[in-house]
């Protein structure tokens, strides 16, 4: 009798997972080898996308994408909140990731330049894409926190900007007296509506 003992287990969901497709794939590894499907590839490097910004991104490669997708993170994150979501999405769209100007690796221009403002941030959302060749018309731009207003702001301006937007964790937080007044309405449910449709206007 073998006093082998079993491989240990792995704790997490993701780990479990992980380690299930593992050996799936080893067990077939010999057989499936002419039939194995291009798998995506993922790139973090940076982009200059004007004179004063240079962003660090990440780029997810699929071997035949469906379209793109660009995620827009929140404070104070950086592309890497993206990431294993990112990697996911890759067996079927291109996905791009980058630091906010002041976040992680990209450049901080002085305020004299650039004030980081909103608009200014939907500014770079513009330059991004089209410095990356990313077609709109197959673009879904997804955008939480303080990426939300600077996507809605660019569509004002590129209504063809993304063929859809989508933003979460908008104003996320249900203490109003701690918002700017213009957002503090959206978090009342009467006045919610009427708020949207005042900016949609």
């Known amino acids: 009798?073998?006093?082998?003992?079993?491989?240990?287990?792995?704790?997490?969901?993701?780990?479990?997972?992980?380690?299930?497709?593992?050996?799936?794939?080893?067990?077939?590894?010999?057989?499936?080898?002419?039939?194995?499907?291009?798998?995506?590839?993922?790139?973090?490097?940076?982009?200059?996308?004007?004179?004063?910004?240079?962003?660090?991104?990440?780029?997810?490669?699929?071997?035949?994408?469906?379209?793109?997708?660009?995620?827009?993170?929140?404070?104070?994150?950086?592309?890497?909140?993206?990431?294993?979501?990112?990697?996911?999405?890759?067996?079927?769209?291109?996905?791009?990731?980058?630091?906010?100007?002041?976040?992680?690796?990209?450049?901080?221009?002085?305020?004299?330049?650039?004030s980081y403002a909103p608009k200014d941030y939907a500014n770079v959302v513009k330059d991004y894409i089209a410095a990356s060749g990313i077609d709109k018309s197959r673009l879904v731009i997804y955008a939480t926190d303080i990426g939300a207003l600077p996507a809605l702001l660019a569509a004002l301006d590129d209504p063809a900007i993304a063929s859809k937007i989508v933003v979460g964790d908008f104003a996320p937080f249900d203490r109003p007296q701690y918002m700017y007044a213009s957002l503090q309405s959206l978090k009342v449910k009467e006045t919610a509506a009427q708020r949207v449709a005042n900016i949609a206007q």
């Open 1 to 114: 009798m073998s006093n082998q003992s079993k491989p240990e287990v792995p704790s997490s969901p993701v780990r479990r997972l992980a380690a299930a497709v593992s050996l799936s794939l080893a067990a077939v590894a010999g057989s499936a080898s002419a039939h194995e499907s291009p798998i995506a590839k993922t790139d973090i490097g940076f982009l200059k996308v004007s004179a004063d910004i240079q962003l660090r991104r990440m780029v997810v490669h699929s071997p035949k994408p469906k379209g793109t997708v660009l995620f827009l993170h929140g404070f104070p994150e950086t592309l890497y909140a993206w990431k294993d979501i990112a990697v996911s999405l890759g067996s079927d769209y291109d996905v791009h990731a980058f630091d906010w100007p002041g976040y992680g690796l990209s450049s901080r221009p002085p305020v004299e330049r650039f």
